[in-house]
Each structure stands twice: as structure tokens, then as C-alpha cells.
């Protein structure tokens, strides 16, 4: 015992190397901004740092009041909520009584159901005893932290943080054993022939369906080992990060306190998510055997879990054309965005086709458009905004806190005032900048403005020094990346407009980003699913190997959205799973999808290229090798080279941002992603390629997906694919969700639907239905008292999608999950689309592939390119 109290104890010395040495760092710094904050002197009252040097404090005194504050609230609130699983252990109790009564079923029922109420009280229990230990591990690395370790205690951490670390481990391993022995009940279950297989949901057969995914090691003893290893590399990772640069040293000095806030949070997850996760299934386990959700009942909940399709839904007939159209649709050559607006530019003369496309970015002064503004006019100028600043600042921070940056999030910076300017050039926004290039996009605007034979000529207003990683035009141009374009370049921009020379964009490009271009070309016409065929067949080999032996040594990347964590709406969940899916990709690792809030991911949608399965969920060693970057970007980014070679077999990630750029700058990522011809190689809409290797719609959510082509076409007769204009306006009216949009816009909103059906030339009449997702139900009503509303030509969805399935009570999440989804889809099939500020629209028309995007918010309507991921 004492020598694996030891190796408890030597494993987290690892992980406090860099925190011990952290303290006289800082002190020796020559950086003011850390100098200063140095130290300090003194005890920290209610802090007990046995063995360190309390005399010589180097870190300030608030930051510490507010991690116990921390600790005290978190460790409270979850308290809370293991107390709060007795609630549905009484529920489930009921449903198995009144089962008993009246249900053949009662004896599978009670299968299903009543190991897990024995499990969920023993694991609860087990998490409020180590919660103390939790607490330990974050204030002892607190003492790291603030004081240098006195004089003979270098043996400190092994004798007072090992027997800590040992019971979360202990516990990992109890709560693996625990979820192995639930996976082997349900597949006896599973198992049932005869009337008895009619007793067993849909929900039980998705819910076991797919990969085990082990914790890392194999048996109890290399689990548990393996698991002082994890707790070590949670407490450390936090606390390296400040190496990495001044920036993260000077933040750390000042809001150190936020590190131990990560630390706490993923022990603290740990302990808690093995219950959570079971009483969640019990719940929803409940709904399925009793009350107004069983399999007769012939409720939308009940459809869905026990996988019945309804009547009404759909007829066969109707399910196999939407089912059949669906890739191909998305697979379909699309119309170059606005393919009608150049229509009046056409004088039927090829040679006199001509444009010039003036680039500028957010991070263009306001002053220089101006001054473009007055110089320029007619239709054969397009003034084109990029997104510029490093890979953090082109994403945008503060998007929802109000205040100026709020404005430069999500939207153009300057595009939407000069559409409003009326001064009849041409405007446009390209959302991102992560794939293929700025000539890719002034390509296909300059060809649906003026015709595929056009001209073009580029001036580049895109200040250098704020545009880092561009690739410079002469490159893009001259290594034939954009296939087709006649491109010439202006290499005076600033001397023919008679502005400043450092107002225009003239770095000259090194060898490297020449022979990133060139390369580049090579996959022009190659679809990004060959490209993955190799990655394809290596992730078949990894299932196979993982359902012949669970322990099989086979590298995996887990997105995990677990019951009751935080996990983001539809766009925000889609953004995590393909930035989590490229770095599996990039990092040879199979990718899996660990997804059950508010229901198992495959519910909806099911594998389409790869098994993307996870069966019964993570296990409790698993969870210690959970890394979250919810919101946290800047994170993300430091710790990539560690993720791109974490040392465990099993990694899982949760996080909700696009953050692809990220991974092609990643110095240890980059020649696996040139390999792939990503980013300047990219195919447009690279984010729908990727969804379509992962996804296709489940029998359920082909069904929502029906009825909602049948509701939007009127008549009985379902809206054809590119048959509509969708809208989507969110306000942020449900629940706690971020303020974005009010009811006074929806006729800007309008407005700027009835510019896109004229630029594409279709039918002003309700033969041409626009399609209103909202979340706001005031807004809803407003719009039907329009003009186009009372004809009939503005159509809204049915309110039981009105849901952020993130942000509602479990109930209206269920009644609504797979209409949502089905909007979702629905919202990219559109002809054209007019996005809000929010990832709902946007990543709709994405993995839709919408020829034609208009951001309204703002009153300017302006183009939108959606092609560069």
C-alpha cells in the first residue's frame, strides 16, 4: 500500500515540477508586468500551505479568495446535484410500478432499469466522499503556486497529495467496473427474441450500439496507475501554458485563479459524470416503460424513443425520395452565389466582360473605406471584405457581452455600412478565411456579377501587418489555386486611388507559401473524399480491432457531449465535432462521438462513411482524459502540440468553436494537413464534406425532415430543393440564451429576402415560399401579420422546434429535438438564405451547400461567402 500511495504521489510530482518552479520564476522575471506581481509576503489567511515557505509569497491575494469561493460553490452545487438524482430514482420507481400492474413488459423493464437504480446511489455516494479529495489536489497546487517549497519537503507532494490522487483513481476504476457491468445487462437485454423484443426502446439498441472505448490501459491495476497519470496532466497543463508566452505569463499574474478553475472543473466533472450519465438514462429509460411516452401511447417523445414512425409523418413513398435526394442534393454541382446578378452587367459581349473587386478586411481603417468609397462607383466594382488578425482574433472574442467588439463578432465590419451608403457598387463578406483563399472568393463573386468570361482585376486594401498567414494574391494568382479565374493583380493599388502606400497589402511570399500554392493546385479536381480514403480505411481497421478486443491498442479522439454539461446549440455542437474529427484525421486517431444530451447522437443522425459510435458511453478512467475547451479558445490553441502527441490511447475532447485554422498553422499539424491539400487546397464548403463523411439522417429525422418539405410546400405537395428563400432570425428569447437580434428587425430581415429572390431571379409569388426560423415566438406571430404571411407566402415552422437544445428543460428538448434538427436541415436545402448573427443559420447553409447567403443584421443585406470553412 505505501508503494502505491508512492507512485501516487510520484506521478503528481510531475505535474508539480513546473508549479514549484513556477514561484521562483516569476520572481526572477524580467518581465515589469510580472516582476510586479511578485513577491508579495505573508500567509494567505485560510490557506494552509504545510512544507512551503509561506514568508515569501509571489502571487496576489484575491485570486486565491476567489478559488476557495470557487471550490466552496462548485463543490456545494454539486452536492446539489448528485442529491437531486434521488428525484428520479423515485420517478423510475413509479414507472416500474405502474408497469407491473398492466405491462407485458414489466419484466424488461425492470432489466433495463433496475440495475442502474442500485448503481446510481453506490456512485454518488463514492463522488461525495472524494469530493474532499478534489479539493485537496486544487488547493495544494494553489500552495505550489504562491509559495516555494521549504527547505526538506521535497517528498511533500508524495505524502500528501498521493493518498488524493489515489481515491480518484480508486474511484475511476470502481465506476469503469460499474459501466462494464451495465453494458453486459443490456445486451442481455438486447439479446431478447420473440414478443419479448418488442418490451426493449430503440433508445436501449442505440444507446449500446457501437465502439467500447477503453480508459487507456488495460485491467484495474494499469487502469489505476494509469489514472494518477491523468489527474497529473489536468493539474499541469493549466499551469504550463504560461510558458508559452509573455501574453499568457502577464494574463497569469493577474487571473491565475482561472487555472485552478480548469483543475477543479475536470476532477470535479469526473466524479460527478459517471452517475450523471446513468441517471440521465434512467430517465429517459423511464419515460420509455411508463406514463404518457410508452410505446402505445403514440406521443412524439414515445415515436422517438421506441423508433416508430407515424403515419402522419410521412408515407414511405415520400421518406425514400427525401432520404435519396438528400446527398444528392448536397452532392449536386451548385450555381455560383447569385447566379442571376449579373444579369444587367451582360451586354452579350464575352471581351467586354469586365470588374474590379477591391479587397479590404475588419481590420481596414474606417478612414481608408471612406476614402474608397468617394473614389469608387457603377456596378463593375465589388468591394469584398475579408477576415483578418491572427487565427484567434479572425473568430472573434466577447461576441455576446455587449460593447463594441460585440459588433465585430459574427459580422462584417464595415460591409453592412457600405451596402447602406446606396452608392451602387457592389459589396460582399467573406465569413472565413480558414480555407482556399481570397481569390477563390472574388472569383465566384466576380463570375455571378459579370459572367464566367469576365475579367477581373484585384486591389489589395487589406492592411499586411494586421493579416498574418495570408497567403499573398501573386501566389494564388499565378500557382493556378482558382481553376477557370482570369485574375490579374494591381500592383499599384493605393498610387491609381491616390492613397497611402501602407494602406494596400504588399508583403512579397516565401518559398514556403509558393510551394504551399503550388501544391495546392495539384488537388484542384480531386473530392476531399478521395483524399480521405486512406483515413477511411485505417478508421474501419481501428472498429474492427476495437469490437474484436475493447483494450485493443488503437488511438482514439472522443467529442464528447455528455447529460447535463454544457455543450452549445446545433452550431456550436457541429463546430466542436469537425474541428475534433480534422484533428483525428491529422493526428491518425479514430474518431468517435460520445453524445447523449439530450439524446444519443444516432438517434438522429446515424454513421454515414465512418462508425462514429461509441457504445454506452465514456468510461469513469476515460472522463480523467477529458480536455474541455468550452469557450475556451486561446487554450485550445496553446495546448495543441501537447494534443497532437498525448501520450494516452485515448483522448476526449469537448468544445464548441470552429477552430481549423488552428490546426493548418500548428507547426506539428501542418504537413499532415498539406497532405490533404488543406487549407489553400481545400474543396469549398469543406465543413459539409466533412459532415457528410460522418452523417446521414436517421429514420426519425428523415421522417421530421418530410413533414417539414410538406409544411413549407402547401398544397400537399413538398418544396423542391433550391425551391425557397429560408430566414433565420435569432433573437435569444429562450431560456438564458445571449440577447442577439429584436423583433424590430424582422423587416430589414424581409427586405433582404426579397433582394436575394430577385437577384436569382425567381418567382416574387407564393409559388416561391420563404421559410422563417426563429426562436423568438413573438417574432413568429409578428411575421405572419406581414403582407407575405397573410398570403400565405412566409411559412414558419411548427413551435415545437422552437428549442436551443442546450438551454431548455430535458421535457421541451425531447418534444422538439427532431424537428429541430430538421429545420436545421431543411434551412440549408434553400435556394438562398439570410443569416443572423448565430452558427444555427450559418452552419445550415454550410453543410447545405447554399449557392447564395445574405447577412441581413445591421440593415445591409450583403453577400455572404460561406465557402471558406
Not at 469530493?131 to 507532494?157: A, D, Q, T
Not at 452565389?337 to 481596414?364: H, K, W, Y
Not at 429514420?699 to 433565420?728: E, N, Q, S, T
Request: hydrophobic residues 45%; proline residues 5%.
Amino acid at each position: 500500500a505505501a508503494a502505491v500511495l508512492w507512485l501516487a504521489g510520484a506521478a503528481l510530482v510531475a505535474g508539480a515540477d513546473a508549479a514549484l518552479a513556477d514561484c521562483a520564476a516569476r520572481a526572477l522575471s524580467s518581465e515589469p508586468s510580472v516582476v510586479e506581481g511578485s513577491s508579495k509576503g505573508g500567509a494567505l489567511p485560510g490557506l494552509q500551505c504545510i512544507g512551503f515557505a509561506e514568508d515569501r509569497r509571489c502571487c496576489e491575494e484575491l485570486p486565491v479568495h476567489k478559488v476557495k469561493a470557487f471550490l466552496q460553490y462548485a463543490v456545494n452545487h454539486d452536492k446539489e446535484h448528485l442529491a437531486s438524482f434521488d428525484v428520479v430514482l423515485a420517478g423510475a420507481e413509479q414507472a416500474l410500478a405502474a408497469a407491473s400492474v398492466s405491462d407485458e413488459c414489466s419484466d424488461v423493464a425492470e432489466a433495463m432499469l433496475r440495475p442502474r437504480l442500485e448503481v446510481v446511489p453506490m456512485l454518488a455516494q463514492r463522488a461525495l466522499e472524494s469530493l474532499e479529495s478534489v479539493e485537496h489536489l486544487v488547493l495544494s497546487s494553489l500552495c505550489s503556486y504562491c509559495f516555494p517549497e521549504g527547505e526538506g519537503e521535497s517528498l511533500r507532494i508524495t505524502k500528501h497529495d498521493g493518498p488524493a490522487a489515489r481515491q480518484l483513481s480508486s474511484f475511476a476504476v470502481t465506476a469503469q467496473a460499474t459501466h462494464r457491468m451495465l453494458r453486459e445487462a443490456d445486451l442481455a437485454t438486447l439479446a431478447l427474441e420473440g414478443e419479448a423484443k418488442r418490451c426493449v426502446p430503440q433508445y436501449l439498441v442505440d444507446l449500446q450500439s457501437g465502439s467500447v472505448v477503453g480508459g487507456g490501459a488495460s485491467g484495474d491495476a494499469d487502469a489505476f496507475q494509469a489514472s494518477v497519470e491523468a489527474v497529473a496532466r489536468l493539474r499541469r497543463w493549466p499551469l504550463d501554458r504560461r510558458r508559452l508566452s509573455a501574453s499568457f505569463r502577464a494574463e497569469a499574474a493577474e487571473h491565475f485563479e482561472e487555472d485552478f478553475f480548469e483543475f477543479a472543473e475536470r476532477l470535479l466533472a469526473a466524479l460527478v459524470g459517471p452517475a450523471a450519465r446513468i441517471a440521465h438514462q434512467i430517465q429517459l429509460l423511464s419515460l420509455a416503460v411508463g406514463g404518457r411516452d410508452h410505446r402505445a401511447s403514440g406521443h412524439s417523445v414515445a415515436r422517438l424513443l421506441w423508433g416508430v414512425a407515424s403515419s402522419s409523418e410521412a408515407s414511405p413513398s415520400g421518406l425514400a425520395e427525401d432520404v435519396s435526394t438528400l446527398h444528392a442534393s448536397a452532392a449536386a454541382p451548385q450555381a455560383p452565389a447569385g447566379a442571376r446578378g449579373g444579369a444587367a452587367d451582360d451586354d452579350g459581349d464575352a471581351g467586354s466582360r469586365f470588374g474590379m473587386v477591391v479587397l479590404i478586411s475588419n481590420q481596414t481603417e474606417l478612414d481608408i473605406v471612406h476614402e474608397l468609397l468617394s473614389r469608387l462607383q457603377g456596378p463593375r466594382t465589388l468591394i469584398l471584405e475579408d477576415v483578418c488578425g491572427d487565427a484567434l482574433e479572425a473568430l472573434g472574442s466577447g461576441c455576446h457581452g455587449g460593447g463594441p467588439q460585440q459588433s465585430r463578432c459574427l459580422a462584417p465590419a464595415h460591409a453592412a455600412w457600405i451596402a447602406r451608403q446606396g452608392s451602387g457598387v457592389r459589396v460582399a463578406w467573406r465569413r472565413h478565411g480558414s480555407t482556399r483563399s481570397i481569390g477563390h472568393t472574388a472569383w465566384a463573386f466576380a463570375a455571378s456579377f459579370w459572367g464566367e468570361g469576365c475579367s477581373v482585376w484585384l486591389a489589395d486594401f487589406r492592411p499586411e501587418k494586421a493579416c498574418p498567414g495570408v497567403q499573398p494574391l501573386a501566389d494564388v494568382l499565378g500557382g493556378g489555386v482558382v481553376p477557370g479565374a482570369r485574375l490579374q493583380l494591381v500592383k499599384e493599388p493605393a498610387r491609381l486611388l491616390g492613397l497611402p502606400k501602407e494602406a494596400v497589402f504588399a508583403r512579397v511570399s516565401g518559398e514556403d507559401e509558393q510551394a504551399d500554392a503550388g501544391a495546392a493546385s495539384t488537388f484542384a479536381d480531386q473530392s476531399f473524399a478521395t483524399r480521405l480514403a486512406e483515413y477511411i480505411d485505417f478508421h474501419h481497421r481501428g472498429v474492427a480491432a476495437l469490437a474484436s478486443d475493447p483494450d485493443a491498442d488503437v488511438p482514439v479522439l472522443v467529442y464528447s457531449c455528455q447529460p447535463y454539461a454544457q455543450c452549445g446549440g446545433q452550431g456550436d455542437r457541429l463546430n466542436g465535432i469537425v474541428t475534433a474529427f480534422l484533428l483525428a484525421i491529422l493526428t491518425r486517431r479514430v474518431f468517435l462521438i460520445d453524445s447523449e444530451s439530450p439524446l444519443p447522437l444516432q438517434m438522429l443522425l446515424v454513421p454515414r462513411l465512418v462508425d462514429w459510435r461509441v457504445r454506452g458511453g465514456l468510461p469513469a478512467t476515460a472522463l480523467l482524459r477529458q480536455h474541455h475547451y468550452h469557450d475556451k479558445r486561446r487554450q485550445f490553441e496553446a495546448d495543441l502540440g501537447k494534443l497532437a502527441s498525448y501520450p494516452d490511447k485515448t483522448l476526449v475532447l469537448t468544445m464548441n468553436y470552429r477552430m481549423l485554422r488552428v490546426l493548418f498553422e500548428s507547426s506539428a499539424l501542418r504537413p499532415e494537413a498539406a497532405a490533404l491539400g488543406l487549407p489553400l487546397g481545400s474543396p469549398p464548403f469543406l465543413v459539409a464534406e466533412l459532415f457528410d463523411a460522418l452523417f446521414e439522417p436517421g429514420p426519425a429525422l428523415a421522417a421530421a425532415l418530410a413533414v417539414g418539405r410538406l409544411a413549407l410546400g402547401g398544397g400537399g405537395a413538398a418544396v423542391a430543393d433550391r425551391g425557397f428563400v429560408a430566414v433565420h432570425l435569432r433573437t435569444g428569447d429562450i431560456s438564458w440564451d445571449h440577447a442577439r437580434h429584436g423583433k424590430s428587425e424582422l423587416a430589414a430581415f424581409l427586405a433582404c429576402a426579397r433582394q436575394a429572390e430577385a437577384d436569382l431571379g425567381l418567382a416574387p409569388g407564393p409559388e416561391t415560399p420563404w421559410l422563417l426560423a426563429t426562436d423568438s415566438a413573438e417574432v413568429a406571430e409578428a411575421a405572419l401579420a406581414t403582407p407575405e404571411g397573410l398570403q400565405g407566402k412566409l411559412r414558419v415552422p411548427d413551435p415545437s422546434g422552437r428549442i436551443h437544445i442546450d438551454r431548455l428543460e430535458m421535457g421541451q428538448v425531447l418534444e422538439g429535438a427532431a424537428a429541430n434538427y430538421a429545420e436545421w436541415l431543411l434551412f440549408g436545402r434553400a435556394a438562398a438564405v439570410v443569416l443572423s448573427r448565430s452558427f444555427f443559420g450559418e452552419t445550415a447553409a454550410e453543410v447545405g451547400r447554399v449557392p447564395a447567403a445574405y447577412f441581413a443584421p445591421n440593415g445591409g443585406c450583403v453577400r455572404t461567402d460561406l465557402s471558406s470553412s
